[in-house]
C-alpha cells in the first residue's frame, strides 16, 4: 500500500520561511519524478514544483521561481520543498505526488497524492 504523508505546513508572517517535507513508503521512491502541487480556495490547483528521479532537473512555476527550492533525499525516501520570502499569495494547501515517469509532473503523470498541508502566509 502506497502511503504519501506531507508534514510542515503552518502559519507564518509575510517574508518568512517553511520547509515542507514529504515521505512515500510502498513504491519504489527513486524512479518516480516528485512534485509540489498547492490549491488556494476557490482557484485550480497548480503545480509549484517538479524534481526528476535523481534530483539532476528540477521545474519551478514561475510565481515561486528564486524563492522557493526543490529537493529529494533517495536514501530517505522523501522530497522537500524549501519555501523563503513567502507571501500571503502562497497561502494554500500544499500537496505531494509521485508522477508515474521518471522525469514529468503534469498532473496527468501523477500516481499518488498525499493528503496535503496548509501553508497559510499572513500579511
Known amino acids: 500500500q502506497v502511503q504519501v504523508v506531507e508534514s510542515g505546513g503552518g502559519l507564518v508572517q509575510a517574508g518568512g520561511s517553511l520547509r515542507l517535507s514529504c515521505t512515500a513508503s510502498g513504491l519504489i521512491f527513486d524512479v518516480h519524478a516528485m512534485g509540489w502541487f498547492r490549491q488556494a480556495p476557490g482557484r485550480e490547483r497548480e503545480m509549484v514544483s517538479c524534481i526528476n528521479w535523481r534530483g539532476g532537473r528540477t521545474y519551478y512555476a514561475d510565481s515561486v521561481k528564486g524563492r522557493f527550492t526543490i529537493s529529494r533525499d533517495n536514501t530517505k525516501n522523501t522530497l522537500y520543498l524549501q519555501m523563503n520570502s513567502l507571501k500571503p499569495e502562497d497561502t494554500a494547501m500544499y500537496y505531494c505526488?509521485?508522477?508515474?515517469?521518471?522525469?514529468?509532473?503534469?498532473?496527468?503523470?501523477?500516481?499518488?497524492w498525499g493528503q496535503g498541508t496548509q501553508v497559510t502566509v499572513s500579511s
Open positions: 505526488a509521485a508522477s508515474r515517469t521518471v522525469d514529468t509532473c503534469g498532473s496527468r503523470d501523477i500516481s499518488y
